[in-house]
Nanobody, 121 residues
Framework: QVQVVESGGGSVLPGGSLRLSCAAS????????MDWYSQEPGKQSELVAT???????NYADFVNGRFTISIDNGSNTMTLQMNNLRPEDTAVYYC???????????????WGQGTQVTVPS
């Protein structure tokens, strides 16, 4: 069993900053990637940022240098520093973790419950 818990959402004025955190725990042998997705009501979720255990980062084009993702392999945690937030960043943000359970198992994804980010216009 793997647990994924997000924290750090909230409401902030345009131009403000938030720091999202994601912690994975449980039967984890290895984490391959940790990602953030956002989902607005009535829309499909979209990838915001992803990071591998080696620290390779990728961002959606709309991030445009405003967000920074980081990973701590020792504690299986990931953070997303979000700066210069815009009203269009308003969404529920979900953490996804891709892990293996043993040295010989395949890889499996687990999702958190989500955390709300609100940037009023």
């Amino acid at each position: 069993q793997v647990q994924v818990v997000e924290s750090g959402g909230g409401s902030v004025l345009p131009g403000g900053s938030l720091r999202l955190s994601c912690a994975a725990s449980g039967s984890i042998f290895r984490i391959y990637t940790m990602d953030w997705y956002s989902q607005e009501p009535g829309k499909q979720s979209e990838l915001v940022a992803t990071i591998t255990r080696e620290g390779i980062e990728n961002y959606a084009d709309f991030v445009n240098g405003r967000f920074t993702i980081s990973i701590d392999n020792g504690s299986n945690t990931m953070t997303l520093q979000m700066n210069n937030l815009r009203p269009e960043d308003t969404a529920v943000y979900y953490c996804r973790v891709v892990v293996s359970y043993t040295v010989s198992s395949g890889s499996y994804q687990h999702w958190g419950q989500g955390t709300q980010v609100t940037v009023p216009s």
